[in-house]
């Protein structure tokens, strides 16, 4: 949505560690100072050396494997960095719905559920999620 530079903690990627380790995941630990999630992963579990920044112009994207470890440094700036995230899975894929605790939706986007899930209205608002959201202890280790 907003232009995204490394002034405003644009998003950066370690290359390729979404196949390296063990099947491209992670351990966390709690993240020092402030952060919008509460852990992150551990340090000698990650090569920052090589990590790669997207820079991104208003309306531009950037596609990644989910696995992939990202994230992003404070922004320090002036200016607001603001993105969306989507994630798209197979008609096949369960989502955990219990694991979230009512925390996400899903939506079908396309084709025809073949797994049992309950899909959310597209033109529904949902203050109930974005109210389970405030309590960051649910996102514990979902980045």
């Known amino acids: 949505m907003d ?8 998003m950066r990627v370690i290359p390729r560690s979404h196949v390296e380790g063990t099947a491209g995941y992670s351990d966390y630990e709690p993240a020092l100072g402030e952060s919008v999630f509460p852990t992150e992963i551990c340090k000698p579990q990650r090569d920052d050396d090589r990590a790669v920044y997207l820079e991104l112009a208003p309306n531009q994207a950037s596609l990644h494997d989910a696995r992939i470890q990202h ?40 084709g025809v559920d073949h797994a ?28």
């Not at 232009?3 to 644009?10: D, L, V």
């Not at 440094?73 to 096949?92: I, K, P, V, Y």
């Not at 049992?116 to 980045?143: C, F, I, K």
């Open 71 to 110: 994230g992003s440094e404070a922004n320090n700036s002036d200016q607001r960095r603001c993105g969306w995230t989507l994630r798209f899975c197979s008609t096949r894929s369960r989502f955990a719905e219990a694991s979230w605790d009512g925390a996400h939706q899903v939506y079908l986007a396309q």
């Open 3 to 10: 232009q995204s530079t490394r002034a405003n903690g644009c």
């Open 116 to 143: 049992g899930n309950r899909y959310a209205e597209p033109g529904r608002a949902y203050p109930e999620v974005l109210e389970r959201r405030l309590d960051t202890r649910r996102y514990r280790h979902s980045h």
